[in-house]
């Protein structure tokens, strides 16, 4: 894959995400891509960056703390616009490590990584925005919270000094029907609704929809999407 090619996927994810927009009465550009970059050649990630694609995603911390450094010796002045994000699994015991690192971390489920991403925020001297991740499907091999945990923990990290909780995070169901996916994600933007009324403070972000299904999420109302394959192709094993 060269520049233009990513410049071309771009556009055309930017197309869809318009058209998704378009289809549920949304105004276009209200639903941001974060581009997930985890196991793509740095290169490709760099053209993606000089192509406009500003919100990288990386799901392993081992890799994703490097992969800042690098990209900032590529890119030079240019790579102060990145914003990276967190989106995979983060274990309490790297929780230290993240904070401060990351414009927003999605997956955030449970209060003990909560505190502790909290108490090394303000150790920094910063406020680390975070997602609450919801296990909207219910499956047994998915992280997060259970849909009944969520309004209270919602409000439990809300509370917490150094975090911005500004929403939640989910996972569709993988082979779901366009209806199902749009059912569970309607479940979780019904989740936030709950937990803005009970925290009384707004809750904009909602982290939902992959490659394979991130139109359904934008029709229930998604402002994130994180997509890989569909931009850059399949990654190197």
Request: hydrophobic share 45%; proline share 4%.
């Amino acid at each position: 894959m060269n520049p233009s090619q990513i410049a071309a996927n771009l556009r055309q994810l930017h197309d869809r995400i318009d058209a998704a927009c378009l289809r549920a009465g949304r105004v276009a550009g209200s639903v941001r891509l974060v581009a997930v970059s985890k196991r793509i050649d740095l290169a490709l990630v760099a053209d993606a960056v000089r192509a406009g694609q500003l919100d990288l995603g990386e799901n392993r911390l081992q890799d994703a703390l490097p992969r800042q450094d690098e990209l900032a010796a590529a890119l030079g002045a240019g790579a102060g616009d990145v914003r990276w994000h967190f989106v995979g699994h983060l274990q309490r015991n790297k929780a230290a490590r993240a904070a401060g690192r990351f414009a927003l971390i999605h997956g955030v489920h449970g209060e003990g990584l909560a505190a502790r991403l909290d108490r090394k925020a303000g150790e920094l001297g910063t406020v680390q925005p975070v997602l609450l991740q919801v296990n909207v499907t219910e499956e047994p091999q998915k992280d997060g919270l259970a849909p009944d945990a969520l309004v209270d923990v919602a409000c439990a990290v809300a509370a917490l000094p150094h975090l911005d909780l500004r929403g939640l995070m989910a996972m569709g169901r993988q082979g779901a029907s366009e209806a199902e996916l749009r059912r569970d994600f309607a479940r979780v933007r019904d989740l936030r609704d709950r937990a803005q009324a009970a925290c009384g403070r707004p809750l904009p972000e909602l982290s939902l929809g992959m490659s394979g299904d991130f139109e359904a999420a934008i029709l229930e109302g998604s402002t994130l999407v994180r997509i890989g394959t569909a931009f850059f192709g399949p990654r190197r094993t």
